[in-house]
């Protein structure tokens, strides 16, 4: 099986199809799958654009529309994870996963399915630890607080991924597990990224939560994106364990490294995306714990008995297959030729996929109830100090990389002066 993995989308995906159609004809191969690490920004009209935490000269419809209308399709199957730019109004449509446009398929905000024989896990988002411990208490429309927090990687999210026991094969992140920088060339990177220098001695770039899945996991590949630039690790699981191969991609920019080909051993094909049993258990068995609130989470209530629901899921997935639900628009699509104002969009839909996702494990749907009131100790004002690199601010505070680089261009031309 040949996969192409993409670093940061940014929306282009016209740019990153047409770059592997072309390295298909020229090397006279075929791309099975393409993975992306994050900042898809699966954006559909102009009111998605309010729940991108982008600044507004970087807000643009970019191509993803295109696919979701069905003007374009996807040449190869795509599943991808968020990252720390994204429209989180309609990622948080799909938090269990689903297909975000016809052969595009959103891993949720943690998941793992099955692309023929092979397992892939990934988990979106990035790690801020003032957040890590709270809820998913954010709601569209966001304020200036929450279009922040909605996209912090949540220990709920993590801890059920910390129950898979059946092997990963690629796993993807978007920020990087801490201290991976110790497996590779850091200097070569400090060299690249100067600015990166504190973090990597203080080691704190990263997340911690990354780092827990991949000591627990430990596939044979993971990708991550995130910091803009390429940086490979292997990592040792203990003297005589198994290697994970780690490999960081930089965005969709000419010249810039932000794509790798790979080939992986697999059954025969046809393959296509199908829901992993394992997952489904997890998720039906977390279902009951499942935090909507800035409260802490608990977790003493979970029934952790996860072969029952697998074995009550077998029969389930052999009545209908393990095929994802279909695809469904649930809003109107941009039009270039159309001035539209926000007014004619109205309110945030249920997903039929999600909806017809719970219908199968028997779950409620949770996604619009309103969380409750957070503790006051957790108020967002007082996580956002942007700017900051305090130890009150993100543990990874190269968080806004495009805004750092454009900083970093600044002192550049200020040299050069």
Known sequence: MRIAV????????????????????KNNFKIDLLLCCGDFQAVRNEKDLESLNVPRKYRSMNSFWKYYSGEEVAPFPTIFIGGNHEASNYMWELYHGGWAAPNIYFLGFAGVVKFGNIRIGGLSGIYNQRHYHLGHYERPPYNEHTIRSVYHVREYDVHQLLQVEEPIDIFLSHDWPVCITDYGNSEELIRRKPYFRKEIE??????????????????????????HCKFSALVQHGEGGPVTKFLALDKCLPGRPFLQILEIESEPGP???????????????????????????????????????????KSRLQERGAKPFEFVRT?????????????????????????????????????????EPKDVSYSPASFIQRGSFSDDSETIPIDDVDELEELAEVDDEEAKE
């Open 6 to 25: 993409e670093g940061c989308m940014h929306g282009d995906l016209d740019t990153v199809y047409k770059t592997l159609q072309y390295a298909e004809t």
């Open 202 to 227: 203080e080691r704190t770039l990263g997340s911690v939560a990354a780092a827990q899945l991949l000591e627990k996991l430990k596939p044979p590949y993971w990708f991550s994106a995130h910091l």
């Open 271 to 313: 393959h296509e995306i199908q829901y992993d049993e394992e997952w489904l258990a997890i998720t039906r068995s977390f279902n009951s714990v499942f935090p909507l609130t800035g409260k802490k989470t608990n977790f003493g209530s979970v029934d952790l008995r996860v072969e029952d629901s697998r074995q009550w899921l």
């Open 331 to 371: 809003v109107p699509c941009y039009n270039p030729s159309q001035s539209v104002s926000n007014h004619s969009f109205s309110g945030y839909p249920r997903n039929p996929q999600t909806v017809s996702y719970l219908q199968l494990l028997e779950l409620p749907y949770l996604l619009d109830s309103m969380p």
